[in-house]
């Protein structure tokens, strides 16, 4: 093992790498190349190697391009792989024309990232922030990048987007709903405008819980921006890198940054998209003030089950004539019964206005439309969102109305009030699907989510 390979594997003195924890993965599939398949392997019996790896040891996780060689020697044939680092340290040994290159490849993954948010439809924004930390990751050799947003009083903050290194371990289930109050050394510098730690292990005792959650994920080096939304902080992007410690670069620090930028600016007119909806509907309903009156819940102040079931029909034929998908969510708050027995009919009725907010505020598309069906029971009608974004869809508002903490003491979800969402989409083919039809199979999937375990969605 040579010293290059050892330095850029983050070994020291005290730190050395352990041969038997070297492993490869496929850096698309992040399946671990196992037997016949490792380049050793390959090397040994004969092959000629030259092939892209996630090669990970006890320290560090890099992109990096294998090749094989064999050098014969009078004792015998020797195999040798030449691993070459997908990176270039610009602060370095690296030539101005090459750190000029990579700057100029970076403005072209921000060209890139910038013209697919801002084409992409409000459905398609989970997926395309998705891609894009992917491509941030992959662009920077790290092992984690991810997503948090916070909730509208900052009271929590929760991981709504992640992206791993193939053999790295993905965290964002953990991290939902985390009180920002027990990590207030990572928000005093986020709400700063960046958090940098090159080496975990130097984090002061004052940060003691910080570093407890950066040990139990595995994290050595870890970077933070924040990201602003209408002159207020909306969360932070971040990223890791795991196994050894490292010195984040001025580049590594800017790039971040202008990643979070263009999040930002896309967040801002989503924002504003839902403003100019919500100006919309008012002017609708000024016109139409009496038709409101009849068809809107007295409680919540949003659609009831006449208007619902107007949409719906309305909806369904505009699907069929467009061929554009057509989706519908059923919503049941869990154990309601029992919530208004112990706190109250009247928090019971504060506990819905909150929840109906919720859902209009998580519907973003124009047509998009939240509904009370009655009692405890709530509907979305969702034009335009397929098989794949409704789920994305279901699983934000799961979280929104989590994020609204209220007490349940007898919920199973950490002691919080929550909900189960059954979900449909129609067949815009079959012009035998009735309306009825498509509320009879979300009321089916409501009842497997409430089987489920509640605070889930199933189809």
């Not at 030449?82 to 750190?99: G, R, V, Y």
Request: aromatic content about 8%; overall charge negative; glycine content about 6%.
């Amino acid at each position: 093992m040579s010293s290059g390979f050892k330095r850029n594997f983050g070994a020291t003195d005290k730190r050395d790498i352990n041969v038997d924890e070297i492993t490869f993965f496929d850096p698309v599939s992040k399946v671990e190349l196992l037997k016949a398949e490792s380049p050793f392997e390959l090397a040994e019996h004969g092959e000629q190697v030259n092939l892209w790896v996630r090669l990970q040891t006890n320290l560090r996780t890099i992109h990096c391009l294998v090749e094989s060689k064999v050098v014969s020697t009078p004792p015998g044939d020797w195999v040798f792989l030449h691993i070459k680092i997908n990176f270039d340290d610009l602060s370095t040994n690296a030539s101005k024309d090459t750190a000029i290159g990579k700057h100029i490849s970076f403005n072209q993954l921000l060209t890139n990232f910038s013209s697919k948010l801002i084409n992409a439809g409000i459905h398609e924004l989970d997926a395309i922030i998705d891609q894009s930390l992917a491509a941030f990751g992959e662009f920077c050799d790290v092992d984690r990048c991810y997503l948090f947003e916070f909730s509208d009083d900052g009271d929590l903050m929760s991981n709504t987007h992640e992206w791993v290194a193939a053999g790295v371990t993905p965290y964002i289930d953990d991290l939902q709903d985390m009180p920002t109050n027990e990590m207030p050394y990572l928000i005093e510098h986020v709400t700063n405008g960046i958090f940098k730690v090159d080496d975990v292990a130097t984090i002061p005792d004052t940060a003691s819980k910080e570093r407890a959650e950066f040990e139990r994920e595995r994290i050595c080096s870890i970077l933070c921006v924040r990201i602003m939304v209408n002159s207020k902080i909306y969360g932070f992007i971040g990223c890791d890198i795991i196994g050894g410690p490292y010195e984040w670069k001025p580049h590594d620090i800017e790039y971040l940054k202008r990643v979070g930028e263009i999040l930002g600016n896309t967040l801002q007119n989503l924002h504003n998209q839902k403003a100019l909806q919500k100006v919309q509907i008012e002017l609708v309903e000024a016109n139409k003030q009496l038709e409101r009156l009849a068809n809107i819940d007295g409680l919540t102040g949003i659609g009831n089950r006449r208007f619902f079931d107007n949409a719906l029909e309305c909806e369904l034929v505009e699907s069929r004539n467009s061929q554009r998908p057509l989706s519908l969510l059923l919503i049941d708050v869990d154990s309601f019964k029992a919530f208004n027995d112990t706190y109250g009919h009247v928090a019971g009725d504060n506990a819905l206005e909150k929840i109906a907010e919720t859902l209009t505020n998580s519907c973003l598309g124009l047509n998009d439309l939240a509904v009370r069906y009655g009692g405890e029971e709530f509907a979305v009608i969702l034009p335009g969102a397929s098989e794949k974004s409704v789920m994305r869809i279901a699983e934000q508002i799961l979280r929104n109305v989590r994020k609204l903490g209220i007490p349940h003491e007898h919920s199973h979800h950490n002691k919080l009030l929550t909900i189960s969402i059954g979900l449909v989409c129609a067949d815009i083919d079959n012009q035998r699907e009735s309306a009825t039809d498509l509320v009879l199979k979300a009321d089916e999937a409501l009842y497997r989510a409430k089987h489920a375990g509640k605070n889930c969605a199933k189809f």
